[in-house]
């Protein structure tokens, strides 16, 4: 192990203040500090790095890549800190040079180059990676604006750009000897080599250079230290711009600009395909950039690439990474001359695959026109393996044409990028029990049938390193002092616990730590929003994307319906509630974007009515990521996980809940179902129809919202509030799109497809069942403290050790200094 030394630590803080800003610690701004500390912090982390690398090219061990479009890391330096085995001393020396680490931890920006559950479950895999030993590189963009920050302007959303780079991000290292080239567009030439034999050759193409620039992923106190590898583009050959060759000329300026766009901006669409050119040229860039790199390490040290899988292998997070598999083989057949049956061999052994939703919007399919123009050597490749494919469907399924068309590759001038990755991949994946039977059983019936081996479960989780020790410190002090503090790093060990649940003294100590928590968030929103909340009161909390399948709608109608119900009948037995959302709508998404003004509007109409005595508050946080998740986790009571059944895949957000011991108000959906079977029904609140029945409806044509509004009279009286400037005087059509889309059908989408009124009371008997449990303080304290020592299942290590054992087949590694 390595010694740090207090002095030569603070030392090293003061000099790079100096060096970078020419500055003594007294005179530095807080971003200044945030930046030497971090530099400092680096150095160790630095020796740890090469330590593993050597480690693991001493050992040749196999790797994972896990190719995501999306990393959604949340800040780095108090994450770092807490890892390093040198925390303590790291965390003495900043107090004894008069720094606050918290407020230097403020400075850093979030990291948000992803938009929600799948690009934080790629972070946490990779923290657990390295904790658990295991070689990996993340592979992913080096967005220049990551997920926009979101400011609400009169109720509404506004968008504005996220420079995190602004200020230069300490911890990244650019890596410009690993630069490869990666092509779009042009034609392919066949010309015949010396031997005859048949070359294919882009020709006319653009290129960029891509450039990576790798981020430390540091273990929990054991010196391993994995690489997120974040590409970035540049033009090829400026010089070229002084040509004066018109043609070379136009072509420069084009590529200069292809490198400019490529990397600019991440997508905010979360579970929604939206098919843009440019979405396909990151796909393609990050991929290319990812898979030549890997191949060419591999070759470093080996002389065959026939045996690539057998220390590499790719992880793709979704569809989006899924030319891979084309890419792959395209090395393999044009770079490395092999033949394609041994070159669909290996490929087949390399890539994996993990499916993430069920949702049609979802589902990638790139039009032909476009896939072929901008990808014309991989298009060939697809077409060859669409080929290849359909033969063996006919022949296993002779005359049975319907097979084809819902099987294929490419079909209907479509390239169907889940098919491909099922077809190219070894294994498939989804993310919760639940969620693995209906793929398996309803959307990939056809392929589980053909590929049934293919098929596995891996039920999502997370990291309880940021979501409980960093998020929550008062809790996470508590569990150790009870327990110790194995479950840091074996999460089951929490489990432990349980036998302190019916401990009057424990009980209230956990109680107290949660007000703790609620006193922290309450000034926040007191500081942000300019509300008072009672910390006294419930924190019925759903933070996540909006989404319509999440149905915060949902959420929103019923703290309506409560509020018609204090201002009809005052005195009614009613425990304080404060109702807290926090969400961000794809720019593009108007529905999304109409329901959190519908919030929003709610809030500012109850939050100032004296009559109900306080009684309910309605809180819009505004600008939900990874830091502000991990305060708000802390201080929830109720965890609202209130998806349509069958909709979400898994959810994570439930599992943080679950984690801080909250209680889960929720449908039996995605990994809710495990939460439910591990901590017990009588510790959680569910209601509503299930995936069965949700199918089942959807199969038969949905079902009739009217028969709610004409027979329910509640449902009528809030259905009409949307319509009557209730909650808008100053525009009382604000609210005609939402109340439209729960009444009528629209084109193609049924009358209230998310089942929300047919939910409705459901729901509501499930809240007045909160109410009753949190009245009962012993009761509720129990129930918390179950969910806090019955949540080790949730943990990321437990979903890594999976991955690595059934479908990467990795070898821990050790790292000694
Ligand atoms: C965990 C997390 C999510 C995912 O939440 P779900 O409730 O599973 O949709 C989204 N955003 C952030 C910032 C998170 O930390």
């Not at 990028?417 to 994946?429: P, Q, R």
């Amino acid at each position: 192990m390595i010694q740090i030394k207090k002095e030569e630590f603070k030392k090293n803080i003061t000099d790079y203040l100096k060096v970078l800003y020419r500055k003594e610690a007294e005179e530095a701004t807080q971003q200044q500090l945030f930046q030497a500390v971090s530099y400092a912090v680096k150095d160790i982390v630095v020796d740890q790095w090469m330590a593993t690398h050597k480690e693991y090219e001493k050992q040749d061990a196999k790797t994972v890549y896990y190719l995501s479009m999306e990393f959604l890391m949340g800040r780095a330096l108090g994450n770092m800190i807490i890892n390093l085995s040198a925390n303590k001393v790291i965390k003495e020396s900043i107090a004894e040079l008069g720094l606050d680490l918290n407020v230097i931890e403020d400075q850093e920006p979030d990291p948000a180059l992803g938009n929600g559950g799948l690009g934080r479950l790629a972070a946490c895999f990779l923290d657990s990676l390295s904790t658990l030993g295991y070689p990996a590189y993340g592979c992913g963009i080096r967005y220049k604006y990551g997920m926009f920050k979101q400011k609400i302007k009169n109720g509404f959303q506004l968008e504005v750009p996220d420079d995190w780079l602004r200020d230069g991000y300490p911890f990244e290292i650019k890596r410009s000897e690993y630069a490869v080239e990666v092509k779009f567009g042009g034609y392919v030439a066949i010309r015949k080599d010396e031997k005859g034999k048949d070359r294919f050759i882009q020709e006319n193409y653009q290129s960029v250079r891509a450039v990576p620039y790798d981020l430390p992923i540091v273990g929990y106190n054991n010196n391993v230290v994995n690489t997120l590898r974040i590409w970035d583009a540049e033009a090829i050959d400026t010089f070229n711009l002084d040509s004066f060759d018109k043609g070379d000329y136009q072509k420069a300026v084009e590529q200069q600009n292809l490198a400019r766009t490529i990397c600019e901006v991440l997508y905010p669409n979360d579970n929604h395909y939206a098919g843009k050119e440019l979405r396909l040229k990151q796909q393609y860039f990050f991929v290319s950039a990812s898979i030549q790199r890997a191949v060419t390490k591999y070759m470093e040290n080996h002389d065959d690439i026939r045996n690539l899988y057998e220390k590499v292998t790719f992880q793709l997070n979704d569809t989006h990474p899924t030319v891979t598999v084309a890419e792959l083989m395209r090395i393999l057949m044009d770079d490395y001359d092999l033949e394609w049956n041994e070159a669909w061999d290996i490929t087949t052994k390399t890539c994996a695959y993990t499916n993430h939703t069920i949702m049609s919007e979802a589902l990638e399919k790139w039009p032909l026109e476009l896939f072929s123009r901008l990808l014309p050597r991989i298009y060939q490749i697809v077409e060859e393996i669409n080929r290849r494919f359909i033969i063996e469907i006919q022949e296993c399924y002779p005359g049975n044409y319907k097979k084809i068309e819902k099987m294929a590759v490419v079909y209907d001038g479509q390239v169907k990028m889940a098919h491909l990755a099922i077809v190219g991949s070894y294994s498939v994946n989804g993310v919760a029990r639940l969620h693995t039977e209906i793929l398996k059983h309803q959307e990939l019936k056809d392929f589980y049938e053909h590929f049934p081996e293919k098929f596995n479960n891996k039920t999502n989780g997370i990291t309880q390193r940021r979501f409980l020790l960093h998020g929550n410190p008062l809790l996470a002090d508590w569990v150790t002092q009870k327990i110790g503090d194995e479950w840091i790093t074996n999460l089951s060990a929490i489990d432990e616990l349980s036998i302190y649940a019916d401990d009057e003294k424990c009980q209230k100590e956990f109680m107290n730590i949660k007000y703790q928590n609620k006193l922290r968030l309450a000034e926040f929103i007191k500081e942000k929003n300019g509300i008072e909340v009672n910390p006294r009161s419930i924190f019925d909390v759903q933070v996540k994307r909006l989404h319509e399948y999440k149905r915060q709608l949902l959420n929103i109608l019923h703290v309506m319906h409560l509020y018609n119900q204090l201002k009809t009948n005052p005195g009614m037995e009613f425990y304080p509630r404060t109702f807290i959302f926090g969400a961000k709508a794809s720019a593009g998404y108007r529905r999304a974007k109409a329901i959190i003004k519908l919030i929003t509007s709610v809030a500012d109409v109850v939050n100032n009515d004296k009559s109900i005595d306080d009684k309910i508050k309605v809180v819009f946080i505004e600008d939900y990521n990874v830091s502000k998740a991990e305060m708000i986790f802390a201080a929830s009571d109720v965890s609202e996980q209130i998806s349509t059944a069958s909709k979400e895949a898994s959810g994570t957000g439930n599992m943080k809940f679950m984690l801080n011991g909250a209680l889960t108000l929720g449908t039996l959906d995605g990994a809710n179902v495990e939460i439910v079977e591990e901590v017990g029904e009588e510790n959680a609140f569910i209601f509503g129809l299930t995936s069965d029945e949700v199918i089942h409806f959807e199969q038969n044509g949905g079902y009739n919202p009217k028969e709610h509004y004409n027979i329910d009279h509640d449902i009528r009286n809030i259905l009409t509030q949307l319509i009557n400037g209730y909650y808008s005087p100053e525009n009382p059509e604000l609210f005609r799109e939402i109340y439209n889309s729960l009444l009528e059908q629209n084109g193609g989408e049924r009358a209230d497809q998310y089942f929300i009124l047919k939910d409705f009371r459901s729901y509501e008997a499930a809240q007045k069942r909160v109410e009753e449990a949190y009245k009962d303080s012993t009761g509720w304290a129990k129930s918390a403290i179950l969910n806090v020592a019955k949540s080790g299942k949730f943990s990321s290590d437990r979903t890594i050790e999976e991955y690595a054992t059934e479908i990467w087949k990795l070898d821990k590694v050790k790292v000694e200094l």
